[in-house]
């Protein structure tokens, strides 16, 4: 028997409450400020975010160094990123995101490769600045075609004090004015690798758009000149996504970052538009663009047909006639496929329930995929999300949705007992959690090694994903507990 909305509010009210008794009256009065159900017509989600977590119960949060090197800098293909510190955090960020890109490894894209400065105990006692400067020196020998290097500090360098600029500013004069962009994200910093993100944002801005000048003469400008800007291309998805603007007769001349370039990030302040998926890790530099380049900016949800096809629209209300009937031409053509998809996998996913707790935007964006599958979303939350987040995320949620800030590996475990969803949706470190629970799961930071989930292809690949791990027979073979106490 299906339930009211004020029963499942009643209900996630008393789950709350429940879960909060195991913490002490500190711990549980902190934690309460993070959970809640939407209420219809409120402006926010009604929770805190983007505050310290607790310690001692397992967040599930990054670091500052996470959201520089391992989302922003990173996917850029053509550049060397030094993880600059101790060995572990470059190989922890090594090649974990399927940032997909065009080149020749070791060549011209350097993506998969890490580059440490490897710490030791001595460079500690002594400082790494010199040590920083033989590993440029060794990466000007080794890798020629590189055409520029950031240097992506590590908790330990800003700790001793190393001054990454003055060396950073010393060799990029050295060789002829390269591009050296010394990045201060140590993983100390904020509370999340949301921090990681601004600052990087930042360091674009001071170190890649503000000594660019004219290096790009032969660049030709266009009307239809566009940016998609906060897409890492995990599994592709950048690139279905510039098929649909291309076919609408956009230009895209940056991809920020995934499989994109430090040419392209320098032209960006000559696009006309800046089209922007993940908000909350490039929302900075849009507004920065927009504030002393006149590029206006616009968010857009390419997962799954609905959220599609309003994007294409809204897009194309900032051109002419032209692009407009290009979007509702790309709708059109694209509709019979998704009218087949829709036709295979909905009569085997309608009325799922879903729980969702991701990063960046993939909590709000990815509910009108699933709905366009006949699928309900009742929970979701940010592990590292903003109070604009949440504000974004009302567009999206029904009245009744259970929403959680950070939530901790204990709560996460509560609430889908309690719920009993039929798939999970979160990251890695959760993965096996719910799996071993008989509760199926998809990794949806990174598509479970699939992809891409965006643009029209995307969707197909998505729908055939989700009912993969549903009706996978395998569930069959083990019991989740509360079928089991049954």
């Known amino acids: 028997m299906s339930l009211t909305?004020?029963?499942?509010?009643?209900?996630?009210?008393?789950?709350?409450?429940?879960?909060?008794?195991?913490?002490?009256?500190?711990?549980?009065?902190?934690?309460?400020?993070?959970?809640?159900?939407?209420?219809?017509?409120?402006?926010?989600?009604g929770v805190k975010s983007n505050i310290k977590s607790i310690p001692g119960v397992m967040t599930i949060r990054g670091c500052a160094y996470a959201g520089s090197k391992g989302v922003v800098w990173g996917p850029i293909k053509d550049m060397i990123h030094i993880s600059h510190g101790p060995v572990g955090c470059g190989q922890y960020s090594w090649a974990s995101r399927r940032n997909y890109y065009i080149g020749t490894t070791g060549i011209d894209t350097f993506v998969t490769m890490q580059f440490t400065s490897d710490f030791q105990e001595k460079d500690i006692v002594f400082g790494g600045d010199k040590k920083l400067e033989k590993i440029i020196d060794?990466?000007?020998?080794?890798?020629?075609?590189?055409?520029?290097?950031?240097?992506?500090?590590?908790?330990?360098?800003?700790?001793?004090?190393?001054?990454?600029?003055?060396?950073?500013?010393?060799?990029?004069?050295?060789?002829s004015g390269k591009t050296i962009?010394?990045?201060?994200?140590?993983?100390?910093?904020?509370?999340?690798?949301?921090?990681?993100?601004?600052?990087?944002?930042?360091?674009?801005?001071?170190?890649?758009?503000?000594?660019?000048?004219?290096?790009?003469?032969?660049?030709?400008?266009?009307?239809?000149d566009v940016a998609i800007i906060?897409?890492?291309?995990?599994?592709?998805?950048?690139?279905?996504?510039?098929?649909?603007?291309?076919?609408?007769g956009l230009r895209v001349i940056a991809q920020w970052s995934g499989d994109g370039t430090l040419a392209e990030l320098e032209n960006t302040p000559k696009a006309k538009l800046n089209v922007l998926?993940?908000?909350?890790?490039?929302?900075?530099?849009?507004?920065?663009?927009?504030?002393?380049?006149?590029?206006?900016?616009?968010?857009?949800?390419?997962?799954?047909?609905?959220?599609?096809?309003?994007?294409?629209?809204?897009?194309?209300?900032?051109?002419?006639?032209?692009?407009?009937?290009?979007?509702?031409?790309?709708?059109?053509?694209?509709?019979?496929?998704?009218?087949?998809?829709?036709?295979?996998?909905?009569?085997?996913?309608?009325?799922?329930?879903?729980?969702?707790?991701?990063?960046?935007?993939?909590?709000r964006h990815v509910i009108g995929a699933y709905e366009d599958l006949g699928m309900e979303i009742v929970g979701t939350g940010y592990e590292f999300g903003h109070n604009d987040d949440y504000q974004r995320t009302?567009?999206?949620?029904k009245d009744g949705t259970l929403i959680y800030d950070d939530v901790t590996g204990y709560e996460f475990e509560k609430f889908v007992?309690?719920?009993?969803?039929?798939?999970?949706?979160?990251?890695?470190?959760?993965?096996?959690?719910?799996?071993?629970?008989?509760?199926?799961?998809?990794?949806?930071?990174?598509?479970?090694?699939?992809?891409?989930?965006?643009?029209?292809?995307?969707f197909a690949i998505f729908a055939r994903d989700m009912d993969m791990a549903i009706n996978n027979p395998v569930w069959g073979m083990t019991k989740a507990p509360w079928k089991s106490a049954a």
Not at 230 to 248: F, K, P, Q, T
Not at 394 to 397: G, I, K, L, S
Not at 420 to 448: A, C, N, T
């Open 5 to 45: 909305v004020e029963q499942v509010k009643q209900r996630n009210k008393d789950l709350i409450k429940e879960v909060l008794e195991v913490y002490p009256d500190k711990t549980a009065k902190r934690r309460a400020k993070h959970l809640g159900t939407f209420e219809e017509g409120k402006p926010d989600c």
């Open 138 to 175: 060794e990466i000007e020998e080794l890798f020629p075609l590189n055409h520029g290097i950031t240097v992506q500090s590590e908790c330990p360098i800003g700790l001793i004090g190393d001054d990454i600029e003055a060396v950073s500013k010393k060799k990029s004069k050295e060789y």
């Open 181 to 224: 962009v010394p990045v201060r994200c140590e993983g100390f910093r904020g509370v999340s690798q949301s921090l990681g993100h601004h600052i990087a944002n930042d360091a674009v801005r001071d170190w890649v758009f503000d000594k660019a000048g004219d290096k790009h003469p032969e660049f030709q400008s266009t009307p239809y």
């Open 230 to 248: 906060g897409d890492y291309n995990i599994g592709g998805d950048a690139w279905s996504s510039r098929i649909l603007l291309e076919e609408m």
């Open 277 to 363: 998926h993940c908000y909350r890790s490039m929302n900075y530099i849009s507004r920065h663009l927009e504030e002393k380049y006149g590029v206006p900016w616009v968010e857009y949800n390419f997962f799954g047909p609905t959220k599609i096809a309003e994007s294409l629209r809204k897009i194309a209300s900032f051109f002419d006639d032209k692009i407009k009937e290009g979007a509702e031409r790309v709708i059109a053509k694209y509709q019979p496929l998704m009218d087949a998809v829709i036709a295979k996998y909905r009569p085997r996913l309608e009325g799922k329930k879903v729980m969702l707790f991701v990063g960046g935007l993939r909590p």
């Open 394 to 397: 009302t567009h999206y949620v």
């Open 417 to 458: 007992e309690a719920i009993q969803p039929d798939l999970v949706g979160s990251g890695i470190k959760e993965k096996y959690v719910f799996q071993k629970m008989g509760v199926p799961f998809r990794q949806m930071h990174s598509w479970d090694y699939s992809g891409p989930y965006h643009g029209y292809d995307g």
